[in-house]
Nanobody
């Protein structure tokens, strides 16, 4: 499985941006994808995740502003970023656990092993 992000660019505070992550290779019918963020000098952290049922979860820092979605037939994961802030500046990575995953706590992303990563795409938000 290979993942490739795109769509990162410089944007002004309050603006919008949409990131894409295309994936190739075999993925089981129960899986989980995530967008991680790594700001300069900070550890990588999960921003949003979505499973094969479409159940999504968000970090508090992006909840209400970012939306994760997927189009499996197009083999693409998206992250719609609205009302961006300078603190959203980071390298954005998509990650995948291709499954098969067990359903727990309302979704398939309860216990995951992020075995596949993209190379990242840079988002810079200016004030």
């Amino acid at each position: 499985v290979q993942l490739a992000e795109s769509g990162g660019e410089s944007v002004q505070s309050g603006g919008s941006l949409k990131l894409s992550c295309t994936f190739t290779g075999y993925i089981y019918s129960s899986y989980c994808f995530s967008w991680f963020l790594q700001a300069p000098g900070k550890e990588r952290e999960m921003g949003a995740q979505i499973d094969s049922d479409g159940t999504a979860n968000y970090a508090d820092s992006v909840k209400g502003r970012f939306t994760i979605s997927q189009r499996y037939t197009e083999r693409t994961l998206y992250l719609q970023m609205n009302s961006v802030k300078p603190e959203d500046t980071a390298m954005y990575y998509c990650a995948a656990d291709i499954g098969p995953l067990s359903y727990s706590n309302g979704g398939y992303c309860g216990k995951v092993d992020w075995g596949y990563w993209g190379q990242g795409t840079q988002v810079t938000v200016s004030s």
